[in-house]
Nanobody, 123 residues
């Protein structure tokens, strides 16, 4: 099993920045990909960004490309999401996800999930 704990959410004004962290524990050697998803009230959970264990491949949703940066520190079993130029439409609960096999943009493709951290962007 793998446990994921997110941190770093909060309230920020439009145009501001936040850095989310996701610390993994347990059978972390099993993790192939780690990603971020988000879910706004009344909407489905959607893909934000994903990174392979080696860091050799990264993918972003079009809505965050150029503003968000995903990175990982394997020594700390932690993945980060640097969010810049935040917009009110980025307001959501942000979830960290990990999987031992899959690397993709589909929610169902991830086995392990954190509890989420709330990001609120005011206009």
């Amino acid at each position: 099993q793998v446990q994921l704990v997110e941190s770093g959410g909060g309230l920020v004004q439009a145009g501001g920045s936040l850095r989310l962290s996701c610390a993994a524990s347990g059978r972390t050697f099993n993790i192939y990909a780690m990603g971020w998803f988000r879910q706004a009230p009344g909407k489905e959970r959607e893909f934000v960004a994903v990174i392979r264990r080696s860091g050799s491949y990264i993918k972003y949703a079009d809505s965050v490309k150029g503003r968000f940066i995903i990175s990982r520190d394997n020594a700390k079993n932690t993945v980060y999401l640097q969010m810049n130029s935040l917009k009110p439409e980025d307001t959501a609960n942000y979830y960290c996800a990990a999987d031992p096999v899959n690397f993709g943009v589909v929610v169902a493709g991830y086995r392990y999930w954190g509890q989420g951290t709330q990001v609120t962007v005011s206009s």
